[in-house]
């Protein structure tokens, strides 16, 4: 880039149009004088305004914050006149002192049930309920004291008054909240700004009034502030406090006296953490006892400074302009903040600004006109020989040129260039001859360059259709007609490549087919084989076995046998064993008469000695333990003869036994020899059968390996038929390159080797 296309070009006036040049001479001098003197009546009108609405903001301003002092004091006053008062330090003392009074055990729960749980008025109206008639003296001193409270906390703008003793209980509400006959020590009022605030009071000075800020207060459900007194008695001791709850509406009454609810002028009070106080005018604009940005303004309040700020923004971050009023108030700490809407504050310096926009707008446009007609009596000749030049550059030739019929210069101009016209009319369509001709020659040499490449890329059906000139006509029909007769030869080639490829495909399938039959019969005659030596060894092995199971039973009938002779030997020993037993019952029998003998024996002896008196006295002792000796021989001899009836019996049932035992293993070795007999020819058979089968195995062995010989050969005319497919395809691809057909449709692709609809890809697709 030069120099000289960096440098700006300036604004000569001689680069200027004539048009231009006459109004705009014009509107200068007209523009400059309105424009003058609207700005300077603009900036009178705007200072003044802005004094006067500045002065109203301040004036408000500071009328509210006035407002709220007075109210706060009158309020601290009230408080201490009501300390003071004989009235409240009675109603402190009766209410203590009735409460202890209640007749029963749960005095605070029956305060709560008469004047919250059973009020049948609503939680705002539970002030209406002077007796709920329940007979008591709490109920008595109710009804002398409560009406007058009412009154106070209505007409002073009170939320509640509290009468509490000195043990810290709520002895008397006006409206009986959740506050009522609670301790202000326990966990309802603990930590609270009622608690903290009656404690003080008891410890402060006589006549003092003790403050609590506004904050959020649980039993109201609302942000309030307390203010507190102690009530001494004559000796000068605290016998109890009085506090009132004030709600923020009792501060904003004060603010807004003097303010008017047209939305766009907002008061508050802020404290030094730069909280908000009290609600503003502006609903939503912040919540109350919530941080505010901290703008100039909010700055200021923060610090107690008073100011006036003509350009801040709101907590909304709207503009606005804001007034500071530091507050002087007995325990507390504000400044009221008032902000107002710049746009709405300043609305008619906006009125005038756009009047006089307004004004000096129009004035341009009354000039503007004016010097339009002026100006174009002049220069509208000059236009119209410049458009009709601008036209003949652009080789529009059929524009009318004004002016021929005049007698000045601007006639003589149209008519030179009327006749510049004509010639560069005629020197075009001679121009436009030779170009026709040339776009025809070059039309045929495109033609046949996009014939011969498309050729060239194996395209056998792009033909020329399109028809040329006379005088190349013949150039086009002679390469269709050579492109007719190639696309027949090589159409030819494609088919014959194509049977020679469904051919071989076909082979090359049947060659599989047979191969994979004859690997199948080889793998299943391998199975066979297998399964015959297999079968063969376990029929081997079962001979093997049915000759030791010969064998065995050989050795078991040899041992039933020898077991027969000894079951024999056991019946003879039984049969002795039994004759025996016969013997000593006839022993048994000699001694049973022994001892019946012996007994009667005795019975003499004893007759004679009791005969015989005093000498044979002796004898009779004798008599009487023989006796005795021949009774137990007696019984032992039954006992024994029992055991051997018993014994003979056992003998004999066992010789029974003992002779079944025998003809048991008798029959069992017949049994016997006839499985041996048979486990031989078992045997015999199954030595027969191995051999067979060894037969059987080596056949199988042998047509094994001819079936593998068979899978070669197939495997091998397989792989041929494949080569031979494969050459096929080398053939099908060769030809595939040139496109002999037109496309079905206009998605179809120009050439074969662009898609897979060619017919090597068709026949691999078939195979």
Known sequence: MTLKETTPVLLKPSSVSLKLKLPVLMVALTVAFVVTVSLLIYTMAERSIHEKVASAKVSKAHAGAQALRFSIDAAQRDVSNLAALPTTFRAINNFERVIGMIEVDDKIGFLKTHYIVENPNTEEERAALVDPGDGSYYSQSHVTYHPTFVQTAELSGYSDIYLITPAGL???????????????????????????????????????????????????????????????????????????????????SALNANLADDGYENIFLVDPDGRTKSPGMIADAFSLLSVLPNAPHIAAARAGEAGNFTATVTALGTPATAVVVPLDLNGFDWSVV??????????????????????????????IGVSWAAANRVTRPIHQL??????????????AISGLSRGDEFGDLARSLDTFRDKLKSADEAAEREEEAKRETDFV????????????????????EHPFSKDYETLRENYNHSLQNLRNSLREVVEASQHVDRFSQEQRAAANEMAERTESQGSTLEKTATAMQDLS????????????????????????????????SAV??????????????????????????????????GVEAARAGEAGAGFAVVASE???????????????????????????????????????????????????????????????????LEDINTAMRELDAVTQQNTAMAEEAS??????????????????????DPPMSTDAPASWDDGSDTPAASHEAAG
């Open 338 to 367: 008032m902000e107002t809407d710049s746009a709405q504050a300043f609305a008619v310096i906006h009125r005038i600004r756009w009047m006089v926009l307004s004004l000096i707008g129009a004035s341009i446009v009354v000039s």
């Open 626 to 692: 023989v006796r005795n000796l021949a009774r137990r021989a007696s019984e032992a001899a039954g006992e024994i003869k029992t055991l051997t009836s018993a014994s003979e019996e056992h003998v004999a049932n066992g010789v029974s036994m003992v002779d079944k035992a025998g003809n048991a293993l008798t029959s069992i070795i017949a049994q016997v020899s006839s499985v041996g007999d048979l486990v031989s020819e078992i045997a015999g058979g199954v030595q027969h059968q191995s051999q067979g």
């Open 572 to 605: 003879a020993a039984m049969d002795q064993i039994q004759q025996a037993s016969s013997e000593i019952a006839k022993f048994i029998n000699m001694i049973d008469d022994i001892a019946f003998q012996t007994n009667l024996l005795a019975l003499n002896a």
């Open 386 to 399: 410049r458009d009709a030049t601008n036209a003949l550059a652009q080789e529009d030739y059929d524009i």
């Open 170 to 252: 709520v002895a008397y509400s006006v409206h009986k909240k959740g506050d009522f006959a609670e301790n202000i020590n326990d966990s309802v009022l603990a930590d609270t700004a009622l608690s903290r605030v009656a404690q003080a009071a008891l410890a402060a000075e006589p006549g003092s009034v003790v403050v609590e800020d506004f904050s959020a207060y649980g039993p109201s459900g609302a942000v309030d502030a307390f203010l507190a007194s102690p009530i001494l008695n004559k000796r000068g001791d605290p016998v109890g406090v009085i506090a009132v709850r004030i709600g923020t509406d009792f501060v904003q």
């Open 537 to 568: 060894q376990r029929l081997r092995e079962t001979a093997e076995k049915a000759t030791e199971v010969d064998s065995t039973m050989r050795g078991t009938r040899r041992e039933a046998e020898q077991s027969n002779e000894v079951v024999r």
């Open 719 to 740: 792989a041929s038929s494949q080569l031979l497919q494969s050459e096929a395809r080398t053939l099908s691809s060769v030809t595939g390159r040139f496109q002999i």
């Open 445 to 464: 040499v495109d033609e046949m360059s996009r014939a011969l490449a498309q050729l060239q890329d194996g395209n056998l059906v792009s033909e020329i």
